[in-house]
């Protein structure tokens, strides 16, 4: 079945770091790839999206690129604010019914 | 507002009491689904649907029901809640498969 796995938090970084999160996948077919975030106290967001390989996601000052040879496709922010604490899933999605598969999550905290 | 709105966010219920939580979409989406998020296991879909009358058992459907009667309104009903299904209780919809979905805010579920 599809799995996705993410590298597991806290993740701590000052003001203005750089910010990467790792995701891998496993999946049988074509997935769309997904980052969602979650602040604290609220549901899920689509942070961006990626359709087919090669794709590049960006959002906010976030990117992402879906990497089929190396089942891939990392959180990448270059400059991060406090306003970017929260929790990130890393997020498949194939033929099957729209089901989500979502990874563990990642809680990133930004200080100042 | 596009929005996925769930009733209540918050509850406090004993063992047994059967309890319904509402999820309604303003979005005319086909497919919606009920996910519920565990520390360190990200998300896991519950039950899905992929249009009125129509649903199927996610990953982890064990004491849950639901009911697809209009397009709009997909509720999970908890017939006899159980301390392990205290949670954080999401309901998600999408226009198809594939496509990113949105959430709705939560519903924190504590059962005693």
């Known amino acids: 079945g599809n799995s996705v796995t993410q590298m597991e938090g806290p993740v701590t970084l000052s003001e203005e770091a750089f910010l990467t999160i790792n995701c891998t996948y496993t999946a049988t077919g074509y997935p769309s790839l997904f980052w969602y975030v979650q602040y604290p106290g609220e549901g899920l967001q689509l942070l961006l999206k990626?359709?087919?390989?090669?794709d590049k996601g960006s959002n906010k000052g976030f990117e992402a690129t879906y990497r089929k040879e190396t089942t891939s496709f990392h959180l990448e922010k270059g400059s991060v604010q406090v306003s970017d604490s929260a929790v990130y899933f890393c997020?498949?999605?194939?033929?099957?019914?729209?089901?989500?598969?979502f990874g563990a999550g990642t809680q990133v905290v930004v200080t100042p | 507002e596009a929005q996925v709105t769930q009733n209540p966010r918050y509850l406090i219920t004993v063992t047994g009491k059967k309890l319904t939580v509402t999820c309604s979409q303003n979005m005319n989406h086909e497919y919606m689904s009920w996910y519920r998020q565990d520390p360190g296991l990200g998300l896991r879909q519950i039950y899905y649907?992929?249009?009125?009358?129509?649903?199927d058992k996610g990953d982890v459907p064990e004491g849950y029901k639901v009911s697809r009667k209009e397009k709009r309104n997909f509720p999970l009903i908890l017939e006899s809640p159980s301390p392990n299904q205290t949670s954080l209780y999401f309901c998600?919809?999408?226009?198809?498969?594939?496509?990113?979905?949105?959430f709705g805010q939560g519903t924190r579920l504590t059962v005693v």
């Open positions: 649907s992929m249009n009125v009358e129509v649903t």
């Open positions: 990626a359709t087919k390989a090669d």
């Open positions: 997020a498949l999605s194939d033929s099957s019914w729209g089901k989500l598969q």
């Open positions: 998600a919809s999408s226009l198809s498969d594939r496509r990113e979905a949105f």
